[in-house]
């Protein structure tokens, strides 16, 4: 209860200070999608927005550590090897779509499937969903760890139907790791990925019939896990934190040569 009364007046204070910052053209901003761009042109009036995506390093996320780390991390987690694990990670799980998920789970009850859910959220509320849907067993519940990697090594598939969601930077993650994803439209990441392709976007996050169906597809084509996992990881690639640093770097130079402008421009005026 304390904790959603603390996120309550965090997001209310969030707000205020957002619309403070936001509305204020001479603050230069910059997206981490296009999805917050497209909202911060809807809510502030702000078409200005320059997006540069978030990054993943490839490096230390990839599938040859993950499947390395495969058969320790599921033993530790007691998954057998038939298991098909789902993974979630986040600490807003109403935001990142676990109810959803839930709702799904009811229609794979012939598979061999359990839930790894990661993040520091109020569990309580969360596991009497899950004993009213008759799926807890089927959960396993982990606070955030310093070694993500190693519940990435423990999954088949990443699943967040997001509602909302900035970015998504678990589920970059997951793709450079060479899993399967699936997000929805609502998470700023997804305007990066080809659907059907290097991971799958719901267009309704609370579609649960239809996040069933693409999950018992996944589990029953290992082949199509494998090309879509492969694909992903391929798009990931691209993400690199070199990409990022260069696009900030261009953003400032932009800014800076716009308020220099401004600047000599104010002083002309007033001098004459």
């Avoid at 901003?29 to 993943?56: E, K, M, P, W």
């Avoid at 807003?92 to 499937?113: H, M, Y």
């Avoid at 169906?213 to 896990?225: A, N, S, W, Y």
């Avoid at 716009?258 to 001098?271: A, D, I, M, N, Q």
Wanted: with cysteine; charged share 25%.
């Amino acid at each position: 209860m304390l904790s959603r009364i603390h996120r309550r007046a965090y997001y209310a204070l969030l707000t205020r200070l957002e619309r403070r910052v936001y509305t204020d053209q001479g603050v230069s901003l910059a997206a981490v999608s296009q999805r917050t761009a497209g909202l911060l042109a809807g809510y502030f009036h702000r078409q200005d927005v320059r997006v540069i995506s978030n990054a993943v390093d490839t490096a230390q996320f990839s599938s040859t550590v993950r499947l390395s780390r495969r058969s320790e991390a599921r033993l530790r987690r007691n998954f057998r090897d038939g298991d098909f694990v789902l993974l979630l990670i986040g600490n807003d799980w109403d935001n990142k779509g676990l109810s959803t998920i839930f709702e799904a789970l009811p229609e794979l009850a012939d598979t061999p499937l359990k839930l790894l859910i990661v993040g520091n959220d109020d569990a309580s509320l969360w596991r009497r969903m899950a004993e009213r849907l008759g799926v807890h067993d089927r959960c396993n519940w982990e606070t955030g760890s310093t070694d993500i990697l190693d519940v990435y090594a423990a999954a088949d598939i990443y699943v967040s139907p997001s509602r909302e969601d900035s970015f998504g930077m678990p589920v970059a993650e997951a793709m450079a790791c060479g899993l399967p994803v699936v997000t929805s439209v609502f998470a700023g990441v997804s305007s990066l990925l080809h659907d059907g392709i290097d991971g799958f976007v719901l267009q309704e996050p609370r579609d649960a019939e239809m996040l069933g169906k693409l999950i018992r597809m996944l589990f029953e084509q290992k082949e199509l896990r494998d090309h879509v996992g492969e694909a992903g990881a391929k798009t990931a690639l691209k993400w690199t934190w070199d990409r990022n640093a260069a696009m900030v770097w261009d953003f400032l130079k932009a800014v800076g040569v716009e308020k220099h402008s401004s600047h000599v421009l104010e002083g002309k005026s007033s001098s004459s």
